[in-house]
């Protein structure tokens, strides 16, 4: 039987283990797919995929490394009562992903390019247990931040470049300004998710570190952080921001850090550097990149964004009281938010936009899992924070008394300069973890960010945390466990990898698509739909290349309207579908009269079903031009034009028709 491991010695599978942890702080946030000079891209979604492929698997790899630790040679076992509403979170969400969810398999995998379904909590639980277990030691606490630390240059160093319009790779059509920063997320938004969180483990690194070099590196990872969280111009990052500096300059004058000459010299370095910043945003005539209108917009409720924001949240809170127990299923606010939409948002917003997320955890949550889910999850976010704050506050800023040889003295106050910087690193990650929160509270939470926040909850329930001493389980039941784990791992890989091979497929069918070559494109996409059957828009896209082969003689009509009919039946809760279906019928109906009334037929139950969908209105004012009803189409189109006045294209055919 094996030995049982010296304190806080790791195995090699506890090695494994936390090697892997370290890895994946690093390079999450780093990584996205870049797209190649012939504009082929490794996977059609450049940033949420490979940072959800990487995570899926590195758990897998992270609990069957600590499952075998445990199995062959027992040990400590950390708990909390924190980790029974982390199981009630986890249970929530797959009975709202299984048994409720109006679309299960979107609940269960997350939405294409969001995957924030039960797949995701449940790694996100596994996280958080496996770090709880391992971040036992100071130095390791440290390497966590360290991984962090080192993975923020990175980004932040390419967010810098992009708001000095120094762009590394082309991305074609940004939706993004220019010179905003966007960095290895993609979105802005989802930037100021990370540096919420790199902000304050930086500060933290650099207050406590004693080597002028490395001390001088954290100072700098620090600036540009700081930097970047202007140039994003994202207000949640900002809010957030602004009270994670209140509460950690709190604790600071509580525990009295001693500043050196350079960590003051670096702080009035960074703040300048932010005024500067803000300084010279406030030229820009662009609203969104200047820092003072933007700052004045967060207090304007009654247009722009922020009148858009109130009607997301009116619409998540209104479909939540339609199903408050277990909500509509997790990850499926994109669906619902069309079936809740308010009037006022197409003219605010405009026709073609779409929330596909909440902006706001909370009712993001409630809708998607219920009342019970959200609450839990809550409960679980505020007990860890709460009992983190009261656990560093009351730490003592002094040392017991020693005797006073002068031996004895400088080993106490070596260790007591060790114990106030392990607090202060502590109080880094609580804070950090803080604006993470209150971030989302008008933010966006995805895997690539919100993993951090999971692994740092374990890291401040470390010392909270009962333990409970295991023995090595009997050799061949440890063989069995660890045996167990690796297929689970394996299965759990290959089916993730899956995933990343069929939107790899999907971009090479976009780009055979852009060359002319259809049949080849279409090859492409039954790959990934094969691979990934859920994922609706493989399905539609798959459904235009057949109409347009159908257009050509390349496939035959009925091949056409099969592929029309399967799509629909496979998405019915998709707005999205129906447009491309209505599309697909009046595209056919032009050599197929029975394919023009099919599509008459479908668009009357999908307006009755999405009232507010303007564009599903124009497609439909279209399929009656063709069928001759120039009166049922002209009260679409009325309908249209009044909900949106800047709708183009259905004012014209408005006019045409008139």
Not at 23 to 42: G, K
Not at 249 to 269: E, H, I, N
Not at 412 to 431: P, Q, T
Request: charged share 15%.
């Amino acid at each position: 039987m094996a030995q049982k491991p010296t304190k806080d010695i790791l195995t090699i599978q506890g090695t494994i283990a936390w090697v892997t942890l370290l890895v994946l702080v690093f390079l999450i946030p780093v990584t996205f797919s870049a797209p190649s000079a012939s504009s082929v891209s490794f996977t059609a979604d450049l940033f949420d995929t490979p940072k959800v492929w990487l995570l899926r698997v590195g758990v897998m790899v992270l609990l069957a490394a600590w499952g075998s630790d445990i199995l062959f040679h027992g040990g400590k076992i950390r708990y909390h009562k924190a980790v029974l509403l982390l199981f009630g979170v986890l249970t929530v969400v797959f009975i709202a992903s299984t048994l409720t969810s109006i679309e299960p398999m979107q609940s269960f995998l997350g939405k294409y390019r969001r995957y924030d379904g039960f797949w995701s909590f449940l790694l996100y639980g596994v996280l958080m247990w496996v770090t709880l277990q391992y971040a036992t030691t100071t130095h390791r606490v440290r390497q966590v931040m360290v991984a962090l630390s080192v993975s923020s240059i990175l980004v932040a160093g390419y967010g810098l470049l992009q708001a000095l319009g120094l762009e590394i790779f082309r991305w074609g059509n940004i939706l993004f300004e220019h010179n905003r920063s966007f960095s290895t997320y993609g979105n802005p938004n989802l930037l100021a998710g990370f540096l919420a969180f790199s902000i304050f483990v930086n500060l933290a690194l650099a207050l406590t570190e004693r080597d002028t070099t490395m001390k001088s590196i954290f100072w700098i990872a620090t600036l540009f952080n700081v930097a970047v969280s202007i140039t994003a111009f994202s207000r949640s990052v900002w809010v957030a921001g602004f009270v994670g500096i209140v509460v950690f300059v709190l604790f600071l004058l509580r525990f009295k850090p001693r500043l050196s000459t350079l960590d003051k010299g670096f702080l009035g370095a960074t703040v300048l550097v932010g005024v500067g910043t803000i300084i010279r945003s406030l030229f820009s005539e662009t609203y969104v990149m200047n820092f003072g209108k933007r700052v004045a917009s967060i207090f304007d409720f009654s247009s722009g964004s922020s009148a858009t924001r109130f009607q997301i949240w009116d619409a998540a809170w209104r479909s939540t009281l339609q199903r408050p127990v277990l909500g509509w299923g997790a990850d499926t606010f994109r669906m619902v938010f069309r079936l809740f939409q308010p009037a006022t948002y197409n003219h605010d917003a405009g026709y073609r936009s779409v929330a596909d997320n909440a902006h706001n955890y909370l009712l993001q949550v409630a809708s998607g899992i219920g009342l019970i889910g959200a609450v839990l999850l809550y409960a679980l976010q505020v007990v860890v924070l709460v009992l983190a704050a009261r656990y560093a506050w009351k730490q003592s800023e002094h040392s017991e008394p020693v005797k006073k040889s002068k031996r004895t003295l400088a080993e106490a106050e070596e260790r007591e300069e060790k114990n106030r910087d392990a607090r202060l690193r502590y109080i880094g990650l609580l804070v950090a973890a803080l604006t993470y929160c209150i971030h989302l509270f008008f933010g966006i939470s995805v895997p690539g960010c919100t993993f951090l926040l999971w692994i740092i909850f374990g890291i401040l329930l470390v010392p909270l945390a009962k333990i409970r001493e295991v023995a090595p389980a009997h050799r061949w039941l440890a063989v069995a466990g660890c045996v167990a784990l690796i297929l689970i791992a394996v299965v759990s890989s290959y089916f993730a990898t899956g995933l990343l091979w069929a939107d790899r497929s999907f971009s090479r069918a976009q780009s055979a698509q852009a060359a002319g070559n259809l049949e080849q494109a279409m090859g492409h996409l039954e790959a990934s739909m094969r691979l990934s059957p859920s994922n609706d828009q493989y399905a539609m896209k798959y459904t235009e290349l057949v109409v347009e082969a159908a257009s050509k003689g390349i496939v035959p009509i009925d091949t056409a309207l099969a592929t029309v009919d399967r799509m629909i039946e496979r998405f019915p809760n998709e707005y999205d579908v129906y447009l491309v279906a209505l599309w697909a019928y009046g595209s056919i109906g032009t050599v197929n009269q029975n394919a023009t009334e099919r599509g008459l037929a479908l668009a009357t139950d999908a307006v009755s079903k999405y009232p507010q969908g303007l564009a599903l209105r124009y497609t439909y004012a279209e399929l009656l031009v063709k069928a001759r009803r120039t009166n049922e189409a002209i009260e679409q189109l009325q309908f249209a034009v009044s909900s949106d006045p800047n709708f183009a294209e259905a004012r014209d055919l408005l006019i045409s028709l008139q």
